[in-house]
């Protein structure tokens, strides 16, 4: 089992951790008119309570739809298959009746536009407090007690009518507050950010990220940052996973991913990041396009832009634990070594 | 072209339609029965096969299918016709609202706005009612308020056509207003009218006909196929094949040509793929 | 909320007085129309028309004087016959017309609405593809064809109820007229709901809700209803405009004593000023509907309250 191998910075006694979310191998497939495809394969993950889990990816990358595999929001046409324990309880593929006491009371999520996420036509009152009135069966009053004080937490600006209006006449960085002042609102165990802050301006960004921080560490909350921005990522991780072509990549303590990267794929997307301090002033792009879902190569989905393929590299190498030194690190690449 | 061939449901329609206009067109030359000869040994006879009145008769024993092709001549020729005017119509207001913008663009659209306000059906049985029920008076009044919908998109259109090079270069080379108007903006809208004039006829046709329907359309000795469901309703007890027939020819006309207008759309429409 | 109303109220009159205003002068300029000069007209209407119509007054004149009768209430008199004004006339038409018309309206919208919701939540079932049949039967068949072969089917054929006529707002006259309006409307009610609903049970705001696991019936009422009935009240105002067709060509096949056949009888007895009466009236109507679809739509959508 993935949670076996100590995943967390902390050192406090891993063991006695009860594990929160417990992935094995999930797949997705959608059955598409051009036949079926498979856009996550044989994903495995686990994350304890206050860890933070980065997930990295390109788009098509199949972060996302692992995600909403987990919290049973795929399309209709998709169809998951494997394991999602939640507190040793399966949740995938389970009855709506089921799944609805986990989803959203103990595993929220939120996503990328805020603006359409927002239902336009209720007030945000209406829409933070359904979700205690539904789950925790409170009353109007004290809902609203609550969701008044959630806001100040997030340090909202006349909480009182922002609740009283409606979606559209915040701003972006407003609304993505909102979305997740009502995630945080039932005080969740796991909390999934789906690019929280791809649509918004940089310095908005920064915010976001510090006030995810800030509430980690006063609620415990465990959190699943999926983004395509390593940055992000960087500073609030414990664990990192880098995904591509519907497969994990690499998996590690977030210092060894950055300081003792395996995978020919993460190096590539470290060495793109624009740096201040290089001389020249070439960009280094990964040659060639992320492969299409219709037409995956057989083998390494990375093969045909890695600079290190061979023919080996025919057959996909298993995402096994690297046997050099690290504590927890496991790649999926017949050619790795360590290249601090 | 190719995308249109593709779409099986334009194509059969096209060739339905084609069929239609050459059988009412050419067909009462060569059946043997006259649209209005009353054959007093035949009154309300049913369709068959047997005798000479292959769709029956009605109840002064004239021949069905001949009184449906000829009644087709003429709802088929007050469609094409009421498209025609009000196409052209609709093209040059909204070709003229469109590339003079600004003021005289907003007063035209206004007009626009407030003809769609009015239930046009009512001020086409006014204008029958004064003006009379005469053949080109019955194309007027349908054309008064089927033009809009093509002058709205002729001015969308036309607007953006407007920002482009080639209608700046004519400009500056002194070209006049009325000469561009006609010379380069309406030749680019060509396709899509083609496309709104297939949606259009069906509409049209289909207004004469419940104009007729309601004795206030083609007048006799003329016909039309609203006159004939209008008859054929009356004998519905006695004679039901006289509504039948004629509805069946209408309903099928006004699909066929849905369908053309769809696959016409789909076909030029370079956004679709 | 209550500024637009008045925004909204205040751009709807110029409309009215500019269609009034062209209706007015077709009649008045038209060569060969009613108050041509040449027309022989029995003397009795002609006093009448004169002292209702003012004839001897500049047509400006005219126009302002007809406008303040309309405004008091007075839609004139027949052309036809002494003894009628138009009001008079209207007064017994509207009710039934109203009865039928709003029948059929209120079992549309509710209908429709319904199929419509069914056949988006449970996609490809039988409901659905039954829906999708209605909406391309209702585009096909035109209503005129339709209630005949409703008149075929149960009052020739099956015999259950009458073909036609009307006796005092009793049941049996009233199930044809009202099932073939009904019909029309249901088939692009259902059509345009079920696409609504589809499109909006697919939207990001309805994946939050799930993801915030609310129970489906919540889903669908609190979230999913509103924005999904916007294209719908949207269509209410075209679907007024096409319903006066409508009444017309029913009140004709089923024999009906309301306004419609009002203005189909006028119209064929060139009575123009009952038709220039009626056609006031109707377009009256239709522009105080659509004002009220206008702001329906605004109460529904805080989006658009800007």
Request: glycine share 8%.
């Given at each position: 089992?993935?949670?076996?191998?100590?995943?967390?910075?902390?050192?406090?006694?891993?063991?006695?951790?009860?594990?929160?979310?417990?992935?094995?191998?999930?797949?997705?497939?959608?059955?598409?008119?051009?036949?079926?495809?498979?856009?996550?394969?044989?994903?495995?993950?686990c994350?304890?309570?206050?860890?933070?889990?980065?997930?990295?990816?390109?788009?098509?990358?199949?972060?996302?739809?692992?995600?909403?595999?987990?919290?049973?929001?795929?399309?209709?046409?998709?169809?998951?298959?494997?394991?999602?324990?939640?507190?040793?309880?399966n949740?995938?593929?389970?009855?709506?009746?089921?799944?609805?006491?986990?989803?959203?009371?103990?595993?929220?999520?939120?996503?990328?536009?805020?603006?359409?996420?927002?239902?336009?036509?209720?007030?945000?009152?209406?829409?933070?407090?359904?979700?205690?009135?539904?789950?925790q069966?409170t009353?109007?009053?004290?809902?609203?007690?609550?969701?008044?004080?959630?806001?100040?937490?997030?340090?909202?600006?006349?909480?009182?009518?922002?609740?009283?209006?409606?979606?559209?006449?915040?701003?972006?960085?407003?609304?993505?507050?909102?979305?997740?002042?009502?995630?945080?609102?039932?005080?969740?165990?796991?909390?999934?950010?789906?690019?929280?802050?791809?649509?918004?301006?940089?310095?908005?960004?920064?915010?976001?990220?510090?006030?995810?921080?800030?509430?980690?560490?006063?609620?415990?909350?465990?959190?699943?940052?999926?983004?395509?921005?390593?940055?992000?990522?960087?500073?609030?991780?414990?664990?990192?996973?880098?995904?591509?072509?519907?497969?994990?990549?690499?998996?590690?303590?977030?210092?060894?991913?950055?300081?003792?990267?395996?995978?020919p794929?993460?190096?590539?997307?470290?060495?793109?990041?624009?740096?201040?301090?290089q001389?020249?002033?070439?960009?280094?792009?990964?040659?060639?396009?992320?492969?299409?879902?219709?037409?995956?190569?057989?083998?390494?989905?990375?093969?045909?832009?890695?600079?290190?393929?061979?023919?080996?590299?025919?057959?996909?190498?298993?995402?096994?634990?690297?046997?050099?030194?690290a504590?927890?690190?496991?790649?999926?690449?017949?050619?790795?070594?360590?290249?601090? | 072209?190719?995308?249109?061939?593709?779409?099986?449901?334009?194509?059969?329609?096209?060739?339905?339609?084609?069929?239609?206009?050459?059988?009412?067109?050419?067909?009462?030359?060569?059946?043997?029965?006259?649209?209005?000869?009353?054959?007093?040994?035949?009154?309300?006879?049913?369709?068959?096969?047997?005798?000479?009145?292959?769709w029956?008769?009605?109840?002064?024993?004239?021949?069905?299918?001949v009184?449906?092709?000829?009644?087709?001549r003429?709802?088929l020729?007050?469609?094409?016709?009421?498209?025609?005017?009000?196409?052209?119509?609709?093209?040059?207001?909204?070709a003229?609202?469109?590339?003079?913008?600004?003021?005289?663009?907003?007063?035209?659209?206004?007009?626009?706005?407030?003809?769609?306000a009015?239930?046009?059906?009512?001020?086409?049985?006014?204008?029958?009612?004064?003006?009379?029920?005469?053949?080109?008076?019955?194309?007027?009044?349908?054309?008064?308020?089927?033009?809009?919908d093509?002058?709205?998109?002729v001015?969308?259109?036309?607007?953006?056509?407007?920002?482009?090079?080639?209608?700046?270069?004519?400009?500056?080379?002194?070209?006049?207003?009325?000469?561009?108007?006609?010379?380069?903006?309406?030749?680019?809208?060509?396709?899509?009218?083609?496309?709104?004039?297939?949606?259009?006829?069906?509409?049209?046709?289909?207004?004469?006909?419940?104009?007729?329907?309601?004795?206030?359309?083609?007048?006799?000795?003329?016909?039309?196929?609203?006159?004939?469901?209008?008859?054929?309703?009356?004998?519905?007890?006695?004679?039901?094949?006289?509504?039948?027939?004629?509805?069946?020819?209408?309903?099928?006309?006004?699909?066929?040509?849905?369908?053309?207008?769809?696959?016409?759309?789909?076909?030029?429409?370079?956004?679709?793929? | 909320?209550?500024?637009?109303?008045?925004?909204?109220?205040?751009?709807?009159?110029?409309?009215?007085?500019?269609?009034?205003?062209?209706?007015?002068?077709?009649?008045?300029?038209?060569?060969?129309?009613?108050?041509?000069?040449?027309?022989?007209?029995?003397?009795?209407?002609?006093?009448?028309?004169?002292?209702?119509?003012?004839?001897d007054?500049?047509?400006?004149?005219?126009?302002?004087?007809?406008?303040?009768?309309?405004?008091?209430?007075?839609?004139?008199?027949?052309?036809?016959?002494?003894?009628?004004?138009?009001?008079?006339?209207?007064?017994?038409?509207?009710?039934?017309?109203?009865?039928?018309?709003?029948?059929?309206?209120?079992?549309?919208?509710?209908?429709?609405?319904?199929?419509?919701?069914?056949?988006?939540?449970?996609?490809?079932?039988?409901?659905?593809?039954?829906?999708?049949?209605?909406?391309?039967?209702?585009?096909?068949?035109?209503?005129?064809?339709?209630?005949?072969?409703?008149?075929?089917?149960?009052?020739i054929?099956?015999?259950?109820?009458?073909?036609?006529?009307?006796?005092?707002?009793?049941?049996?006259?009233?199930?044809?007229?009202?099932?073939?309006?009904?019909?029309?409307?249901?088939?692009?009610?259902?059509?345009?709901?079920?696409?609504?609903?589809?499109?909006?049970?697919?939207?990001?705001?309805?994946?939050?809700?799930?993801?915030?696991?609310?129970?489906?019936?919540?889903?669908?009422?609190?979230?999913?209803?509103?924005p999904?009935?916007?294209?719908?009240?949207?269509?209410?105002?075209?679907?007024?405009?096409?319903?006066?067709?409508?009444?017309?060509?029913?009140?004709?096949?089923?024999?009906?004593?309301?306004?419609?056949?009002?203005?189909?009888?006028?119209?064929?007895?060139?009575?123009?000023?009952?038709?220039?009466?009626?056609?006031?009236?109707?377009?009256?109507?239709?522009?105080?509907?659509?004002?009220?679809?206008?702001l329906?739509?605004?109460?529904?959508?805080?989006?658009?309250?800007?």
């Amino acid at each position: 089992m993935a949670c076996a191998t100590p995943w967390t910075r902390r050192t406090a006694d891993v063991s006695t951790e009860k594990t929160l979310l417990d992935v094995n191998n999930l797949n997705v497939h959608f059955q598409t008119p051009e036949g079926e495809l498979q856009a996550v394969r044989d994903v495995s993950f686990c994350l304890r309570p206050g860890e933070t889990l980065g997930v990295v990816g390109e788009s098509g990358s199949g972060k996302s739809q692992t995600m909403l595999a987990m919290m049973g929001l795929l399309a209709n046409n998709a169809r998951a298959e494997g394991q999602v324990l939640f507190r040793g309880e399966n949740i995938l593929n389970v009855p709506a009746a089921q799944l609805n006491r986990v989803r959203g009371p103990k595993l929220a999520m939120i996503f990328q536009d805020p603006m359409s996420s927002l239902n336009p036509f209720l007030t945000v009152e209406r829409q933070m407090t359904e979700v205690l009135q539904i789950h925790q069966n409170t009353s109007r009053g004290q809902a609203r007690a609550a969701s008044l004080q959630m806001l100040e937490k997030l340090r909202i600006a006349d909480p009182l009518r922002c609740l009283n209006s409606y979606p559209h006449q915040f701003s972006g960085g407003m609304r993505q507050r909102i979305m997740i002042a009502m995630a945080l609102l039932s005080q969740p165990d796991v909390l999934i950010a789906d690019e929280p802050t791809t649509a918004l301006d940089v310095t908005v960004q920064a915010q976001i990220v510090a006030l995810l921080r800030q509430l980690q560490q006063d609620h415990g909350t465990s959190i699943i940052m999926v983004t395509h921005d390593l940055g992000l990522v960087a500073g609030l991780s414990d664990q990192v996973m880098v995904m591509y072509g519907g497969r994990v990549m690499e998996h590690a303590l977030a210092d060894d991913i950055f300081y003792h990267t395996r995978h020919p794929y993460t190096r590539a997307l470290l060495e793109s990041v624009p740096r201040i301090e290089q001389a020249d002033d070439a960009l280094l792009a990964i040659p060639g396009m992320p492969p299409s879902l219709r037409s995956m190569p057989p083998g390494c989905p990375f093969a045909p832009r890695c600079a290190r393929a061979d023919h080996n590299c025919l057959v996909p190498a298993p995402l096994s634990l690297a046997t050099d030194g690290a504590a927890a690190h496991r790649v999926a690449c017949h050619h790795t070594g360590s290249t601090a | 072209m190719q995308r249109f061939r593709r779409n099986k449901a334009a194509v059969t329609s096209l060739v339905f339609l084609i069929l239609v206009t050459l059988l009412c067109v050419i067909g009462p030359w060569l059946l043997t029965h006259a649209y209005d000869s009353t054959d007093w040994d035949a009154l309300k006879l049913p369709p068959s096969l047997t005798h000479s009145h292959w769709w029956g008769t009605d109840e002064s024993g004239r021949d069905l299918l001949v009184r449906c092709l000829v009644g087709g001549r003429i709802s088929l020729m007050v469609g094409i016709l009421t498209t025609l005017t009000s196409i052209a119509l609709g093209v040059i207001w909204g070709a003229t609202a469109g590339y003079l913008g600004g003021a005289v663009d907003q007063v035209m659209m206004r007009i626009v706005d407030i003809m769609y306000a009015v239930p046009y059906l009512l001020i086409a049985i006014l204008l029958v009612t004064v003006l009379g029920r005469d053949f080109y008076l019955v194309v007027l009044a349908i054309t008064a308020f089927s033009w809009m919908d093509t002058a709205r998109l002729v001015r969308g259109q036309t607007l953006s056509l407007r920002k482009m090079e080639f209608v700046e270069a004519a400009r500056a080379m002194g070209v006049s207003t009325l000469r561009i108007v006609v010379e380069h903006i309406v030749p680019n809208l060509m396709g899509l009218v083609l496309v709104y004039a297939t949606v259009t006829v069906p509409g049209v046709i289909l207004t004469e006909s419940v104009l007729s329907f309601l004795g206030l359309g083609i007048q006799e000795p003329m016909t039309s196929w609203g006159v004939l469901i209008h008859d054929g309703a009356q004998m519905l007890d006695s004679a039901p094949w006289l509504l039948i027939f004629p509805a069946l020819m209408l309903s099928l006309t006004l699909y066929s040509f849905n369908y053309l207008g769809d696959g016409l759309r789909d076909a030029l429409d370079p956004k679709d793929r | 909320m209550f500024a637009y109303t008045f925004r909204r109220l205040l751009s709807t009159i110029p409309t009215l007085l500019v269609v009034i205003g062209v209706i007015y002068i077709l009649l008045f300029s038209a060569p060969g129309g009613p108050f041509d000069s040449e027309r022989v007209v029995p003397e009795a209407i002609q006093a009448q028309l004169m002292s209702k119509y003012h004839l001897d007054q500049p047509y400006w004149k005219q126009y302002l004087l007809y406008i303040w009768q309309l405004l008091q209430g007075d839609l004139g008199v027949s052309y036809r016959y002494a003894d009628w004004s138009v009001n008079e006339l209207v007064g017994s038409a509207l009710p039934v017309s109203l009865a039928i018309g709003g029948l059929a309206i209120a079992l549309s919208l509710v209908i429709g609405v319904l199929l419509g919701a069914l056949a988006a939540l449970y996609r490809n079932s039988f409901v659905d593809y039954f829906v999708m049949a209605l909406g391309s039967l209702g585009s096909v068949v035109p209503s005129f064809v339709l209630g005949p072969l409703l008149v075929l089917a149960f009052a020739i054929g099956l015999k259950w109820l009458p073909s036609g006529g009307w006796d005092h707002f009793s049941w049996q006259f009233m199930v044809l007229p009202v099932s073939l309006l009904t019909l029309i409307n249901v088939s692009t009610l259902a059509r345009i709901m079920r696409a609504s609903m589809v499109e909006v049970m697919g939207s990001n705001y309805i994946r939050t809700a799930r993801a915030k696991g609310l129970p489906m019936h919540l889903i669908v009422f609190r979230h999913a209803l509103r924005p999904s009935l916007l294209p719908v009240v949207t269509i209410v105002g075209p679907l007024a405009v096409s319903s006066i067709t409508s009444a017309l060509v029913t009140e004709s096949i089923f024999s009906i004593p309301g306004l419609g056949i009002l203005v189909v009888n006028g119209a064929a007895n060139r009575d123009y000023t009952l038709v220039l009466g009626l056609v006031v009236l109707i377009t009256a109507l239709v522009v105080l509907v659509n004002l009220c679809v206008d702001l329906i739509y605004a109460f529904l959508d805080p989006r658009s309250r800007a």
